[in-house]
């Protein structure tokens, strides 16, 4: 059986931006640096960082290729100049890439928070901010994101 596929917009992206941004209104805490997740989380990266003028890096993160190892060498001397850094990626589908993320660094003089576009219920990893909410479990359709459907005539693969 062919898996659902849900569009979502760029409309719902900056819907989503503007719910994370009053969450973050929310507490006492404001980001200094806003790491993305690369790729998912380099559009929504770069908007939230243009939208609360704070200064954006992207990270290299992908484990559905087991051929790419993690390279978390921006963030770890990101650690050293800034102490308030918002982690940012698309969705929170099964917590993996986060919770790699959180387990990888040490914490002890820096405020780290996580934040997705879409968070999954039944992610095994909690985000502190999000911009929607879903459930997987009880709706698997698969997400397709705006900069997800872009296929240049050029490319041949």
Known sequence: MKEKKINFTIEEMELALDEIINQISQTEWFPDLIISINRGGCVPGVYLSHAINVPHKVINVQLRDEKNKPNLAILENSLISYSNI???DDINDTGATFKLIDHAIDKKEINIYFASLIENNSSAFKVDFRGKII?????????????EKYQSEYYQG
Do not use: A, G, Q
């Open 135 to 147: 459930d997987k479990s009880l709706n698997p359709s698969w997400i397709v994101f705006p900069w």
């Open 86 to 88: 918002l982690i940012i």
